[in-house]
């Protein structure tokens, strides 16, 4: 049994965290297959979305502090840089991965795996989902980008106060603050998860890429930047057979291709 299992089905690739156990604490294999997922992913332009989840009642509690305490001894800062870079590259691949990903958290989502959500473009969550930036407690600062990805979420103060004091953060307040965009029963989760992963199975995967392109400026650039991207993505969108296609179907009154799925009332 693979620590981390990779699958696609139906233009829909789903990654699971898969050490029950330790609540899929991050360990070297599932990084190792993470890192082959990911390009496997990115070769495949079959794939129109991903969905990252947990297996057995849990998300990802983080880094393997198990191993860290048994590696203490040569756990140089050398050795930590190395160790930190190596999932960089997951990081950067994840993040840079030009179709959406919707993390499906159930459980903890603690340190790393609270980051590891943070890079999906959108969470779905279980009522029972707990996040926290875990890292003060055992005297480490936040990785896997979070010190990049909270507070372009929830806004510099609110991002430090998670940081800092190191609490839980429960489903409902995760979802006032745009952590996670909507909850699901956990029976329901990975149903819904599916939903919107295939409903991106019917848009246009161009226009889909330029815009998640073009988000991914937007918070450190001008209006002038992002209107000249604006245009040349317009530009190379609306000359898709994908577009071309979709304005006759308006046209001709005909159902549009990609149409969003209903959330269920969870309230």
């Known amino acids: 049994m693979s620590d981390l299992e990779f699958s696609v089905a139906d233009n829909v690739a789903t ?3 898969n050490r029950p156990a330790a609540k899929n604490a991050l360990s070297a294999e599932m990084a190792d297959g993470l890192e082959a997922a990911l390009a496997a992913i990115e070769a495949d332009r079959d794939v129109r979305a991903v969905i990252i989840t947990g297996a057995g009642g849990a998300f990802c509690a983080g880094g393997d502090v198990r191993a860290m305490n048994a590696g203490a001894a040569q756990n140089t800062p050398e050795v930590r840089r190395a160790g930190m ?4 590259r997951n990081v950067r691949a994840l993040a840079a991965l030009d179709r959406p990903v919707i993390a499906a958290v159930d459980g903890p989502a603690f340190g790393a795996g609270f980051s590891i959500a943070l890079l999906a473009d959108m969470v779905i969550a279980t009522p029972r989902a707990r996040f926290c930036m875990a890292f003060a407690r055992v005297g480490l600062i936040p990785d896997f980008g979070a010190l990049y990805t909270l507070p372009r979420i929830v806004g510099m103060a609110r991002a430090k106060e998670i940081m800092f004091s190191a609490r ?3 489903a409902a307040e995760a979802r006032d603050l745009g ?3 909507e909850l699901a029963a956990p029976e329901a989760l990975l149903a ?4 919107i992963a295939g409903a991106f199975a019917n848009a246009s995967p161009l226009a889909l890429s330029l815009t998640k392109s073009a988000l ?13 991207i604006e245009a040349a993505g317009q530009g ?3 000359a898709s057979d994908y577009a071309k296609e979709s304005f006759r179907r308006f046209a001709a009154r005909e ?3 990609f149409v969003w799925p209903a959330a269920p009332d969870t309230n």
């Open 179 to 181: 952590i996670v965009l």
């Open 168 to 170: 839980e953060v429960g």
């Open 15 to 17: 990654l699971t965290l």
């Open 236 to 238: 190379i969108a609306g």
């Open 192 to 195: 819904r998860a599916r939903a």
């Open 216 to 228: 991914a400026s937007s918070l450190g650039s001008d209006l002038a930047t992002m209107l000249d």
């Open 255 to 257: 159902p549009a291709r």
């Open 85 to 88: 870079r190596r999932h960089h």
